[in-house]
C-alpha cells in the first residue's frame, strides 16, 4: 500500500490582516480540480539538466512521457534545474526557448498542465528568470506564475485546487512555489535559500486565505534547494529511502522557512530536488519532507543500480489524504513503504549542509 498521512483536521482561526498586495496565482490563469473521482495526482520532475546533449535530451523526453502515461497525473510540477544553463555555449541564440520547448513537449502531447520553480542552474543562459517565466506563460497549458517584485526569487506563488463539486468554493488543497534562489544565501558560503521577505509573503498569503475561507486549507510545498530540516531528519529519525550525495546540500543560513510551515499549520508535506543522488523522504515534527527522484539524463548521477524517474502526489479530497511513490524511467513503481529503511547511526551524520564553511564536503554540484 502507498504510504498515506491521517486525515488532516482543519481549524477556523480569526486573523487580523495587514493591508497587503497578494499573488494568488492560479486564481488568475486556470484553474485546477479534482476528478469526479475526488482524487487529484501531480507527477514531480526535477533536475531534468536539458541542454548537454540533443542525445541525453530524448532520451529525457521518452523517459518523461513513459512516466507521465504511467500515472497520467492532472499536473507536473517540475522543481528547478530543467535546463543545465551553464552548457550554453554564449553565443547560440534562442538556445534557452529551443529547450524549453523540447522539454515541455510531453506535457503539450498529452494536454497535461504544468507549473514550475527555479534551481540553481537555469538561468545560467541566455535568458534570465524574468524571461524564462515570460517564454513559459506564452503556453496555455503553463500555470507559471511571476510572484512579487519586492522580494527575493521570481517563482513565488501558490495554485489552489478546487473541488470537481462547482458548488464548493473551498480548495481541497494549495500548492505553494517558491524559488530558492542558486548560492550563498545572505552571503554566507554554501547554497540558496528561501529568504526572509519570501517567508514574510507565504506567511501573509496562507493568512490571508485561511480568513478568506474560514479554515486552513492542506498545502503543499515546492522548491528546488532543501531545507536544513531533511538533514536534521536523515541525521536523528527513521526515513525511507537513500541518501547517496555529498550529504544534504540545504540552505548555507536557516531562514526560519520550516518554522513558518510549523507556524501557520497549513503545509503538510514539502518536495524539493537539488540533490540528484538523494531520494529519501520521512516525517519530522508532523511534516513530509521528500526528495524528488532525478529525472532526466544531463548532470550528474542519479548512482548505480538507480532509475532515473518522479515522486508522484496522489491526493484524495473526502475525506482528505495523501499518499505518494516513485514512478521510474521504464514505468515501474516503487511504492513509498517499499523504499529501503534508514535508521540514524554515526556512520551517516552529516551535520552541516554541504558546501558551508563548517562542511568538510564538497558537493557534486561544485565539482
Same mark, same amino acid.
Given at each position: 500500500?502507498?504510504?498515506?498521512? #491521517?486525515?488532516?483536521?482543519?481549524?477556523?482561526?480569526?486573523?487580523?490582516?495587514?493591508?497587503?498586495?497578494?499573488?494568488y496565482?492560479a486564481?488568475?490563469?486556470?484553474? +485546477?480540480?479534482?476528478?469526479?473521482?475526488?482524487?487529484?495526482?501531480? @507527477?514531480?520532475?526535477?533536475?531534468?539538466?536539458?541542454?548537454?546533449?540533443?542525445?541525453?535530451?530524448?532520451?529525457?523526453?521518452?523517459? *518523461?512521457?513513459?512516466?507521465?502515461?504511467?500515472?497520467?497525473?492532472?499536473?507536473?510540477v517540475?522543481?528547478?534545474?530543467?535546463?543545465?544553463?551553464?552548457?550554453?555555449?554564449?553565443k547560440?541564440?534562442?538556445?534557452?526557448?529551443?529547450?524549453?520547448?523540447?522539454?515541455?513537449?510531453?506535457?503539450?502531447?498529452?494536454?497535461? /498542465?504544468?507549473?514550475?520553480?527555479?534551481?540553481?542552474?537555469?538561468?545560467?543562459?541566455?535568458?534570465n528568470?524574468?524571461?524564462?517565466?515570460?517564454?513559459?506563460?506564452?503556453?496555455?497549458?503553463?500555470?507559471? *506564475?511571476?510572484?512579487?517584485?519586492?522580494?527575493?526569487?521570481?517563482?513565488?506563488?501558490?495554485? #489552489?485546487?478546487?473541488?470537481?463539486?462547482?458548488?464548493? #468554493?473551498?480548495?481541497?488543497a494549495?500548492?505553494?512555489?517558491?524559488? %530558492?534562489?542558486?548560492?550563498?544565501?545572505?552571503?554566507? @558560503?554554501?547554497?540558496?535559500?528561501?529568504y526572509?521577505?519570501?517567508? @514574510? !509573503?507565504?506567511k *501573509?498569503?496562507?493568512?490571508?486565505?485561511?480568513?478568506?475561507?474560514?479554515?486552513?486549507?492542506?498545502?503543499m510545498?515546492?522548491?528546488?534547494?532543501?531545507?536544513?530540516?531533511?538533514?536534521?531528519?536523515?541525521?536523528?529519525?527513521?526515513?525511507?529511502? /537513500?541518501l547517496?550525495?555529498?550529504?544534504?546540500?540545504?540552505?548555507?543560513?536557516?531562514?526560519?522557512?520550516?518554522?513558518?510551515?510549523?507556524?501557520?499549520?497549513?503545509?503538510? %508535506?514539502?518536495?524539493?530536488?537539488?540533490?540528484?543522488?538523494n531520494?529519501?523522504?520521512?516525517?519530522?515534527?508532523?511534516?513530509?519532507?521528500a526528495y524528488?527522484r532525478?529525472?532526466?539524463?544531463?548532470?550528474?548521477?542519479?548512482?548505480?543500480? !538507480?532509475?532515473?524517474?518522479?515522486?508522484? +502526489?496522489?491526493?484524495?479530497?473526502? $475525506?482528505?489524504?495523501?499518499?505518494?511513490?516513485?514512478?521510474?524511467?521504464?514505468?515501474?513503481?516503487v511504492?513509498?513503504d517499499q523504499?529501503?529503511?534508514?535508521? $540514524?547511526?554515526?556512520t551517516? /551524520?552529516?551535520?552541516?549542509?554541504?558546501d558551508?564553511?563548517?562542511?568538510?564536503? @564538497?558537493?557534486?554540484?561544485?565539482?
Open positions: 500500500n502507498k504510504t498515506m498521512l #491521517p486525515q488532516i483536521k482543519t481549524r477556523s482561526v480569526g486573523i487580523i490582516l495587514c493591508l497587503i498586495i497578494i499573488n496565482a486564481y488568475v490563469k486556470g484553474e +485546477l480540480r479534482t476528478r469526479s473521482d475526488g482524487t487529484f495526482t501531480i @507527477t514531480q520532475f526535477t533536475d531534468l539538466h536539458y541542454g548537454e546533449s540533443s542525445v541525453r535530451d530524448s532520451i529525457s523526453a521518452y523517459f *518523461q512521457g513513459v512516466i507521465l502515461d504511467a500515472d497520467k497525473p492532472d499536473l507536473v517540475m522543481t528547478g534545474d530543467s535546463v543545465s544553463g551553464y552548457a550554453w555555449n554564449g547560440e541564440n534562442n538556445w534557452f526557448e529551443h529547450l524549453w520547448s523540447n522539454l515541455t513537449q510531453p506535457m503539450i502531447d498529452r494536454n497535461i /498542465q504544468w507549473a514550475f520553480t527555479f534551481g540553481n542552474h537555469d538561468d545560467e543562459g541566455d535568458l528568470r524574468v524571461e524564462i517565466v515570460n517564454l513559459d506563460q506564452k503556453n496555455s497549458l503553463s500555470l507559471t *506564475q511571476m510572484g512579487p517584485s519586492n522580494i527575493n526569487g521570481t517563482t513565488n506563488y501558490v495554485i #489552489p485546487i478546487f473541488s470537481h463539486d462547482l458548488n464548493n #468554493p473551498i480548495p481541497v494549495l500548492l505553494y512555489m517558491l524559488d %530558492s534562489s542558486d548560492d550563498n544565501c545572505e552571503g554566507v @558560503t554554501g547554497w540558496g535559500c528561501v526572509p521577505n519570501q517567508i @514574510t !509573503w507565504y *501573509q498569503t496562507s493568512s490571508a486565505l485561511r480568513e478568506k475561507y474560514g479554515k486552513i486549507i492542506p498545502a510545498a515546492f522548491f528546488h534547494i532543501p531545507v536544513p530540516e531533511f538533514m536534521y531528519m536523515w541525521d536523528n529519525l527513521p526515513c525511507l529511502g /537513500q547517496t550525495d555529498t550529504g544534504v546540500c540545504c540552505f548555507s543560513v536557516n531562514t526560519g522557512l520550516f518554522a513558518a510551515f510549523k507556524e501557520m499549520g497549513d503545509v503538510i %508535506s514539502v518536495h524539493c530536488g537539488h540533490d540528484h543522488d531520494d529519501f523522504y520521512g516525517e519530522y515534527e508532523g511534516i513530509i519532507l524528488g532525478k529525472t532526466g539524463v544531463g548532470g550528474y548521477g542519479p548512482p548505480l543500480g !538507480w532509475k532515473r524517474g518522479a515522486r508522484v +502526489l496522489h491526493i484524495q479530497e473526502s $475525506p482528505f489524504q495523501f499518499t505518494h511513490w516513485l514512478r521510474q524511467e521504464d514505468g515501474s513503481i511504492e513509498a523504499q529501503p529503511v534508514h535508521f $540514524p547511526n554515526t551517516s /551524520q552529516w551535520k552541516y549542509c554541504c558551508t564553511v563548517n562542511s568538510s564536503v @564538497t558537493s557534486n554540484c561544485k565539482h
